[in-house]
């Protein structure tokens, strides 16, 4: 199978909206969900506060990586608005990472110390591209003005 550009964004817009889907189900299912999977104790709130909590960053996320392959099916890869988007996304996996810091310490919550680095890591690895697609913006828009 040819693995065409127009493919990879298709499975790229697809992934965000099954995402956000499942970030929608566990919204409305976490107040089943927990109590059944951690007992009714006070890990339960812990862990609903927490999920709660990094729901608004998820959909931000989610809502920020679907403008950005927007404007890469239009053909605007390296503009400052996708800049912005990136610079966005990794402020916001650090602030999930930081909630989840927060819900480990407060809580003593086991998976959130799994979570609390893995969120912040990959903030950083967004933060490597943005400042990639920065440099990227700074190139095109001097050739852009090149003779």
Known sequence: MDWSKDASLY??????????????????????????????????????????????PAALVLYRLQRLLHNMGENRVFIPENVRHLRHISWLCIAAGGVYLAGALAGGLAALWVLAPAAAFVGLMVRVVKNAFAQAVAIKEENDYTI
């Open 11 to 56: 499975l790229s817009r697809l992934c965000v909206m099954v995402f956000t889907g499942l970030l929608a189900g566990l919204c409305v299912a976490a107040p089943w969900l927990w109590p059944r999977l951690v007992g009714r104790g006070a890990a339960c709130g812990w862990y609903l506060a927490v999920t709660y909590l990094t729901a608004l």
